[in-house]
């Protein structure tokens, strides 16, 4: 019953008044860059010579079922032809198209001009499901996946829970970009085509293996801004979001030293002999976040589809195998990508430990990064 | 002799089986659509009930992406067009004066495909592994490189597809041309004729390209081609290409019947002829001519050269024009009519104005530099849905109440058609207006959950679904109540009806009609 209040009441609010509705977003985002104002300015102006034309034909139909029903006596009139209405109702709609066409070509010029000037460039890459960004000029590219607490409570049976945490719109590492400065995105993908998308930015381009595409931006506000991705990608489409965070100059430039500092400390790591507590706590977050989706967080896996961790041939048999499987990939089937591109060998030193002794597997085996390292070859 | 012979029919389940007869082929490719129309619409019910709130609860996220594929698949290739053709079976011989379709044989051989097609497709539900699960437009590489094992039934079920449809839109080109009454001119045949004459031709011409697309799927997928895989030297966006120069045709494969037949209703309760024929003949022959120029508009954001973007976005919106002049000629066609509103009518108002709206979005959607904020949002699913629901199937109950009396005899059931018409008229909009107000405000199409300020408006269209998918049972019980009885038909059915089929015949037509050729004038 409260369902149906609900919806009763969402219904009314709808028709009485638009404010008290503002909860929901309704409309188009204006967006915070010169573009994305343009684009909701064209948007607005296209939906309401829409509305204008939808109001005066649906009233002519409106009126004519009011006055010329045949039970107030309305009697069919005879003609069937009129040259110059027929005509008038071709020409005027062209020329209503022209003028739409118009400003419509000159905001497409200005988001496809080319983006040479660019002061920064960051190639985005798409993989099953998560995304890569590469700022390419500074050295080093991270991985950008669905926050943990995010994909803690995807089946919750409490709704609470998925409230105040961004639900399905947070990640672990955020795309970051300076405020003011002209950032030029090359999009391409690793396995299937997805689609990077940022709704406050205007910028929705494909990410397609075997091409790098271009879209450019400019973002005046420092803030946090949201999206998703949005061309189907297999089973965690809808777990991909995109979160981009724009610092003030100087925050941007500690953040990238910082980071350029956290890639000299991984390559460090790769050079480390882990203890056996340490492999297996990292392995279990980097589990989570790259393997989890296909084998389950209790490495379960989806019979017939994804296969089983726990118990599974080659997570507690040879470790040769299991490392050839997790560098390499799967040979018969893709969705099992090859990790080797994507982790370093103290990362996958790791999760193969994890494997090897998570789930009720155990081996007992702690692979180090060296042992990565050799069998990479 | 012609007196012994004219009601003869077959018994038994051979009358179906080995029917050559355009009226009981009819019957059940309309019969065929509708059991068609409960499965895709109990996967729609699926899709909704989980979409009810956010948060997963029903179904896995694989199986969500099996249930929008199939009910997307069903629903175009099971529902809306086998209906068409149904309709085009049962009216076109009796339009023109003829006494079947010019291919009887063949006829009955492309409806029997469709069961096989569709088995073949929803058996991969219950194969091991996952049922196709890439959505009905099946881009590639999801389909080729990364789709499950039951892809290749799926490519084997849309090659039967593809066949009947061929077979079907060359009966019926073959019927129109060369089986016409004497008298009867091309532009004199009523305007369901001619819209099905073009709609044959786009079939002819682009299920073939469907066809090429699939088995360049097969082959890439089981032979070692590379015609969509980048890692080979091959192309994924060709396949875009090459889908939609298939794909946009199919949608006004979709839509051009449904013209045809508000056209023919519309003159009917408004007593009164149809504005500007010649006109709404031209218009449809416009949409099917610019409709192969028009593909690329489905994939703005594939990164094409800005030339390209440029053209298509012109390209598409000059379909406003004609769309514009049939929506102006079927309100022109009531102004200072006669009219009254009995269910087809209704169902026919409905959808002038329905389509009206998502063609109103379509055109929002043409225009390139916004279209990159609507694509593959809720918002084009809204679109889709009012030019395929409100339009497409809403003709096709328009259609079915229109033409039921003159094929089973009775009246159906007034009352009860109008309850179907009003409660499927407020709950579908329910089902699709917020979708507009999802996609605007960001959410993707083709997820299985979203983030929690989308759940006022996924619960109203949850909420108008589940109304809108239960009301269509009424509809077959007005189908059915209709078939065993109730009040007989006359002869002309409706009041201000014209055409062959009404002024010509009886009702409920016999078996075999019109086998001495009427004279036109």
């Known amino acids: 019953m409260s369902v149906l ?117 960051i190639k985005i890459t798409g993989y099953q499901w998560k995304w890569n960004y590469d700022y390419m000029h500074e050295g080093f590219s991270f991985f950008s ?81 949201r999206g998703q991705c949005a061309e189907l990608c297999g089973k965690d489409h809808g777990f991909m ?69 726990k118990g599974s041939a080659i997570a507690t048999g040879n470790l040769a195998a299991h490392l050839d499987i997790v560098i390499n990939g799967s040979k018969v089937n893709p969705a099992m990508a090859a990790y080797g591109a994507q982790m370093s060998d103290a990362d996958l030193a790791a999760v193969i430990t994890y494997e090897r002794n998570a789930f009720g597997n155990n081996t007992g085996d702690a692979v180090q990064p060296a042992d990565v390292k050799a069998a990479r070859k | 002799m012609s007196e012994d012979h004219h009601d003869h029919k077959p018994t038994g389940i051979g009358r179906w089986l080995f029917s050559t007869n355009h009226k009981d082929i009819g019957t059940m490719y309309l019969w065929f659509s509708f059991i068609m129309l409960f499965i895709g619409g109990g996967m729609a019910m699926i899709i909704r009930a989980e979409l009810y709130q956010p948060g997963m ?43 079947d379709m010019a291919l009887p044989r063949m006829n009955n051989m492309s409806f029997w495909i469709l069961p096989f097609a569709f088995g073949t497709l929803i058996s991969t539900l219950f194969m091991e592994g996952s049922a196709p699960n890439f959505g009905w437009t099946f881009y590639a590489p999801l389909s080729t490189t990364y789709g499950p094992a039951s892809t290749d039934y799926f490519i084997f079920g849309v090659h039967l597809m593809g066949i009947s449809s061929i077979m079907g839109s060359i009966n019926v080109i073959v019927t129109i041309l060369n089986m016409r009454a004497p008298g009867m001119t091309l532009m004199k045949m009523p305007i369901f004729v001619w819209t099905w004459l073009i709609t044959a031709f786009l079939l002819i011409a682009v299920m073939p390209v469907l066809a090429g697309v699939v088995t360049m799927m097969l082959t890439d997928r089981n032979f070692g081609t590379s015609f969509f895989e980048a890692s080979g030297g091959g192309d994924p966006v060709m396949f875009q290409h090459v889908f939609w120069f298939f794909g946009h045709p199919e949608v006004y494969i979709m839509i051009l019947p449904s013209f045809g037949i508000i056209s023919q209703i519309i003159p009917t309760f408004a007593r009164k002829k149809l504005f500007g024929y010649s006109s709404m003949v031209y218009a449809t022959a416009s949409i099917a001519i610019l409709s192969f120029i028009v593909w690329a508009h489905h994939m703005y954001t594939v990164g094409m050269p800005l030339a390209g973007e440029l053209f298509f976005m012109l390209a598409t919106m000059l379909i406003a024009v004609p769309t514009g002049v049939k929506v102006f000629n079927w309100t022109a066609t009531m102004w200072k009519g006669s009219l009254t509103f009995e269910t087809p009518m209704l169902f026919s108002v409905a959808f002038i104005i329905l389509f009206t709206i998502g063609g109103f979005s379509g055109l929002m959607m043409s225009i390139t530099p916004i279209d990159f904020q609507y694509h593959d949002t809720y918002f084009i699913v809204a679109h889709f849905h009012y030019v395929l629901v409100t339009g497409a199937l809403f003709a096709i109950f328009a259609g079915a109440y229109y033409w039921l009396p003159k094929w089973t005899g009775n009246m159906y059931d007034e009352t009860l058609g109008k309850v179907h018409f009003w409660i499927s008229l407020v709950s579908v909009n329910v089902l699709f207006f917020p979708m507009h107000f999802l996609g605007l405000a960001g959410m993707p199409r083709r997820i299985p959950d979203y983030a929690l300020q989308f759940t006022d408006f996924n619960q109203m269209a949850s909420i108008g679904a589940f109304v809108f998918g239960g009301i269509q049972l009424l509809f077959l019980f007005i189908v059915i109540k209709c078939i065993r009885g109730g009040e007989k038909a006359t002869d002309r059915v409706w009041e201000g009806a014209e055409g062959l089929e009404f002024e010509q015949l009886p009702s409920p037509a016999p078996f075999h009609s019109f086998t001495d050729a009427p004279q036109v004038k």
């Open chain 1, 5 to 121: 209040l609900r919806t009763f009441k969402v219904l009314s609010l709808m028709f009485v008044s638009t404010e008290l509705f503002a909860a929901a977003q309704m409309d188009l985002t204006p967006g915070v860059t010169a573009i994305s104002q343009e684009v909701y300015e064209l948007h607005t102006l296209i939906l309401w010579i829409c509305v204008i034309i939808g109001a005066g034909v649906f009233g002519v139909i409106f009126y004519s079922m009011f006055a010329h029903r045949k039970s107030k006596g309305a009697v069919a009139a005879n003609f069937h032809d009129n040259m110059t209405v027929e005509v008038l109702w071709t020409v005027i709609p062209f020329l209503i198209l022209i003028g739409m066409a118009i400003p419509a070509a000159k905001t497409l010029i200005k988001m496809e001009s080319p983006a040479d000037d660019a002061e920064v460039t």
């Open chain 1, 241 to 309: 979001p995109i979160v981009v965070e724009v610092k003030s100059e100087a925050d941007y430039a500690a953040w990238v030293a910082e980071k350029k500092g956290a890639a000299m400390a991984a390559a460090a790591s790769d050079s480390k002999v882990w203890s056996q507590d340490e492999l297996m706590a990292k392995g279990e977050a980097v589990y989570n976040a790259s393997c989890a989706a296909c084998h389950g967080p209790t490495g379960d896996g989806v019979p017939g589809v994804f296969p089983a961790m």
């Open chain 1, 145 to 225: 996946n669905l926050a943990q607490s995010n994909r803690d409570v995807i089946n919750s049976k409490n709704p609470k829970d998925r409230e105040g945490i961004n639900y399905l719109l947070d990640v672990d590492n955020r795309m970051v970009l300076p405020v003011g400065k002209k950032v030029r995105f090359l999009m391409t993908s690793n396995d299937v085509i997805h689609s990077w998308w940022i709704p406050a930015f205007a910028v929705k381009k494909d990410a397609i293996p075997g091409y790098i595409n271009e879209a450019h931006t400019t973002v005046p506000k420092v803030g946090v801004y």
């Open chain 2, 57 to 99: 609860q029903l179904v896995e996220p694989d199986f969500f992406n099996q249930m929008t594929t199939l009910h997307g698949l069903i629903m175009v290739f099971g529902v809306i067009m086998p209906a068409f053709v149904g309709f085009a079976n049962w009216l076109v011989p009796m339009m023109i004066g003829a006494p």
